[in-house]
């Protein structure tokens, strides 16, 4: 019977594997316009010579903060913004930049807790001496736009794209043609999946919830009822290595429409040992 469900489960994925390799429904980047309106950016790059609003960023204002790490010739130093107005990030998307007041350095996350410290907004650089280490500019606790790393001898090693938190590669389908009713999020960095993945029903609850690795689903991936939001249908776990090609998926957990679980693993007499 497990093996039965779980085949169902995998149905979904194998429909979008085939719409990815070339199905006539139409899939666009997560930065198309009208995908997500940002709003102007005057003031992050002012083409006209007017005065610039000081520390407003997209329209938002922020505060400037500093972070220095280590001391003598090896001490860095990071210079960014923060929201002078609590605000909620991005619930979908994976990683969340905020700065820890207690610990007094950037930290990132994926649950975000704002008594923790205010999420990052504006410029960020991180600089060792007169090398800038790390560039780039955040957009309520995500990174947006240009990033670019270099290491201690000031030579380019890494430069990637984000809109809002998503790599720019990220997919995105839609159920209607004004694209306003998100069908499925594919994340995409450098031309492998990385990060979190959405499917959500035509009522736009979620439908399909995980996370991939290197290309290759890792950790719990949950499917939900689509006419009770929030509730699950299972879970399944996952390798949690991407690079073990050994682990065999299993399902951890069901629950039945009426929220009363049905199956635990962990409480499976015959599961495999």
Not at 189 to 211: D, L, M, W
Not at 240 to 263: A, H, T, V
């Amino acid at each position: 019977m497990r093996f039965f469900v779980l085949i169902l489960f995998f149905l979904p994925t194998i429909a979008f594997s085939q719409v990815e390799e070339g199905s006539e429904e139409e899939m666009f980047t997560i930065s198309t316009p009208i995908t997500i309106d940002l709003g102007k950016e005057d003031e992050v790059y002012e083409k006209k010579k007017k005065k610039k609003k000081k520390n407003v960023y997209y329209g938002v204002k922020t505060k400037k903060g500093f972070a220095r790490k280590g001391v003598g010739s090896k001490a860095t130093l990071e210079l960014f913004n923060t929201l002078k107005t609590p605000q909620t990030p991005d619930s979908y998307v994976r990683d969340i930049y905020y700065y820890d007041t207690e610990r007094r350095q950037i930290r990132k996350t994926r649950k975000y807790d704002p008594r923790k410290g205010p999420l990052l907004h504006g410029p960020y650089s991180k600089k060792l001496g007169d090398i800038t280490l790390e560039e780039g500019i955040f957009f309520i606790g995500t990174k947006h736009g240009r990033w670019i790393r270099k290491d201690k001898k000031d030579i380019l090693i890494d430069k990637e794209k984000y809109y809002k938190g998503w790599p720019k590669e990220s997919r995105v389908r839609y159920y209607n043609k004004e694209r306003t009713k998100i069908k499925e999020i594919i994340p995409i960095e450098y031309g492998v999946k990385e990060g979190n993945y959405f499917y959500f029903s035509s009522s736009g609850v979620i439908s399909i919830q995980g996370e991939y690795r290197y290309g290759k689903k890792v950790g719990k991936w949950s499917s939900f009822y689509t006419n009770r939001r929030g509730r699950k249908i299972r879970e399944i776990q996952y390798r949690k290595d991407p690079f073990n090609d050994g682990f065999k998926p299993y399902i951890l957990r069901e629950w039945n429409s009426k929220g009363k679980q049905i199956y635990d693993y962990a409480k499976d007499k015959n599961r495999p040992q």
